[in-house]
C-alpha cells in the first residue's frame, strides 16, 4: 500500500463509490476528511452527464458533505472541454437534461433544437427528458454524417434497491441499432476526461488514483491512462464479475471505508 500513500489526487467515483441513491456509504465522510487531513486533494469524477456541478455540491450537502464545485469534474463537463478544442461555439444537437443543456450553453456553444438545420456535433448525454421526437432527430443528423460524439458509456445508472435505470450505453446500442454509427465517447474510462483533468487541474498521472466500483469504466480508466485502480466492492461489481474481468485492479477493498488507513 505505500504506493498508495504517494499519491496526491483521488479521483472519486460518486455513484456506488461515495453514495447509492440517496444514501451516504459507510466511511465516506471518514476518507474524504483524513485526506484532507494528510494534505492531498479529491476529485469527485462522475460519468453522470445529466446534472451539472451545482447539483451535485446540493446533494453531497444533503448527505452530510461540504463540497466545492472545483472539487466536481463530470462527463459533461469533459465533453464540452474536448469539443471547445475541436471547435468553438459550434452547433451542438443536444441529446441533455436542462442541466447539460446550461453546461453546453455556458461553454459557448450553440445548441440547435430543430430537425434540417446547420449542426456541427450530436452529443449523447444523460438524457432522463428523452424523448422519441429528440431520438429520431438525432438519428437522422448521425445517418447524415454528422459527428456524434456521447459524454460516457454506461449501461445502467447504479440505484439503490437494484434498480435499473437506463443509461448512456444503452441509448448508444439503440443508435447504432438504427444508423449503424457509433459515438466517439468523452468519459471514463477513455483518454479524453483524463487529459480535460490533468489540463485543468494542473496533475500528473503518477500522482493520481482512481477510486470506482465498476470495471468496465473506473477501473478501466486507470488501466488504460496510466493511473493506479482501486475497487470498491459497494457498488456495481460483485465477486464474480471481479474474478472473470479482463479488468484487473491494482487494488481491490470492500468500501471506501477500508481505504482511510491507507492515505
Known amino acids: ?3 498508495l500513500k504517494e499519491k496526491k489526487c483521488f479521483l472519486l467515483d460518486m455513484d456506488g463509490t461515495i453514495y447509492l441513491g440517496d444514501e451516504l456509504i459507510d466511511g465516506a465522510k471518514g476518507f474524504l476528511k483524513k485526506v484532507k487531513e494528510e494534505n492531498k486533494r479529491y476529485l469527485f469524477l462522475t460519468n453522470n452527464s445529466s446534472k451539472n456541478k451545482g447539483a451535485y455540491v446540493e446533494k453531497l450537502e ?3 458533505i461540504n463540497a466545492e464545485e472545483e472539487e466536481i469534474f463530470t462527463s459533461g463537463e469533459a465533453t ?3 469539443l471547445n478544442k475541436r471547435k468553438q461555439g459550434a452547433k451542438v444537437f443536444l441529446l441533455g437534461t436542462k442541466a447539460l443543456e446550461e453546461e453546453f450553453e455556458k461553454a459557448g456553444f450553440e445548441l440547435v433544437k430543430e ?3 446547420e449542426v456541427d456535433f ?3 448525454g444523460f438524457d432522463t427528458t428523452l424523448t422519441y421526437e429528440k431520438l429520431w432527430i438525432a438519428c437522422d443528423y448521425i445517418a447524415e454524417g454528422v459527428e456524434y460524439i456521447a459524454t460516457h458509456p454506461d449501461f445502467v445508472c447504479p440505484l439503490a434497491e437494484g434498480k435499473c435505470m437506463p443509461d448512456v450505453g444503452s441509448i448508444i446500442a439503440l443508435i447504432k441499432g438504427t444508423t449503424g454509427k457509433e459515438p466517439l465517447v468523452v ?5 479524453y ?3 480535460a483533468i490533468l489540463e485543468k487541474y494542473k496533475l500528473e498521472k503518477e500522482e493520481i488514483a482512481m477510486v470506482g466500483d465498476r470495471l468496465y469504466t473506473d477501473i478501466r480508466t486507470g488501466l488504460d491512462n496510466g493511473l493506479s485502480s482501486i475497487l470498491v466492492m459497494s457498488g456495481e461489481t460483485d465477486e464474480k464479475m471481479l474474478e472473470n474481468t479482463e479488468f484487473v485492479p491494482n487494488y481491490v477493498f470492500n468500501s471506501i471505508k477500508d481505504m482511510i488507513d491507507i492515505v
Do not use: A, D, H, Q
Open 1 to 3: 500500500m505505500n504506493n
Open 62 to 64: 444533503k448527505l452530510g
Open 80 to 82: 464540452t472541454i474536448y
Open 115 to 117: 430537425r434540417n438545420k
Open 122 to 124: 450530436v452529443v449523447l
Open 187 to 191: 468519459g471514463k474510462p477513455n483518454k
Open 193 to 195: 476526461i483524463v487529459e
